[in-house]
């Protein structure tokens, strides 16, 4: 987690958000960094983390796509979802999930990367999410706040469920997928596959061919105009 997404949730966060609340975060293992201990120092009624890998900050091992298995329907006041939807496969669903759990009223803030941010599987890597795609996700929420990432590509989520709630239709809509490099609905075995035996190959042959050179003229540029 980057400091510009802590700085960004204590500028948009209020006491009044987390005070008494019934808060569930989704993906909370605590990898590169949590917001946990500072919503706690809101004092929520109860903090409950979850992932699908057991460690720092998690209460239940659960699959995102197996909430409706753990939680009623709406039982959160606040949902807290940060870095997880790019390596969720079936995206819609664990979206559909989120929205289910959550009572009228309540609030979700959820980041995630967006096109431009390079492959990290924990252990997958799917999707890349814009602006205009939470536009549409999200329509059937009130959007409090929307934002890009400034530090890196990615997009900053903060809305609340409305009582008059009616979910969108997801069905349709496709994300830019790192697997395929182009929108799509969904993501095959085999398209994984192949991507992941070609990934070493990009990483270690094409790349150091792109990055060599650009040092090179980098340098060459750099060094009091001076041949190196």
């Known amino acids: 987690m980057n400091s510009y997404i802590k700085n960004f949730f204590n500028l948009i966060s209020k006491p009044e958000f987390f005070n008494g609340k019934v808060v569930l975060e989704i993906g909370s293992r605590n990898v590169n ?18 992932d699908i ?26 949902i807290i979802c940060t870095e997880l939807l790019e390596h969720v496969k079936n995206w819609k669903n664990v979206i ?8 009228a009223d309540g609030i979700a803030f959820i980041t995630t990367r967006s096109k431009g941010f390079g492959y990290h599987g924990f252990p997958n890597d799917y999707w890349r999410y814009e602006i205009i795609d939470f536009q549409y996700i ?31 239709d997801l069905k349709k809509v496709k994300l830019w ?27 270690n042959y094409l790349m150091p061919f792109i990055v060599k050179p650009i040092r090179k ?10 041949r190196i």
């Open 33 to 50: 960094g949590s917001l946990r201990s500072i919503i706690e120092n809101y004092e929520p009624l109860s903090y409950t983390g979850i």
């Open 53 to 78: 890998i057991d460690g720092e900050g998690v209460d239940i091992v659960c699959d995102a796509n197996e909430l409706l298995n753990q939680f009623d329907d709406d039982s959160v006041d606040v």
């Open 96 to 103: 559909n999930n989120i929205k289910q759990v959550l009572k």
């Open 138 to 168: 999200f329509s059937d929420f009130d959007i409090i706040c929307l934002a890009k990432d400034t530090e890196m590509p990615g997009v900053l989520f903060l809305g609340r469920k409305p009582a008059s709630f009616k979910k969108a």
């Open 177 to 203: 997928s790192i697997i395929k490099r182009r929108r799509t609905n969904s993501v095959s075995r085999l398209s994984i596959f192949l991507f992941l035996r070609l990934l070493p190959l990009y990483k």
């Open 217 to 226: 003229i980098s340098n060459f540029r750099s060094y009091n105009g001076k």
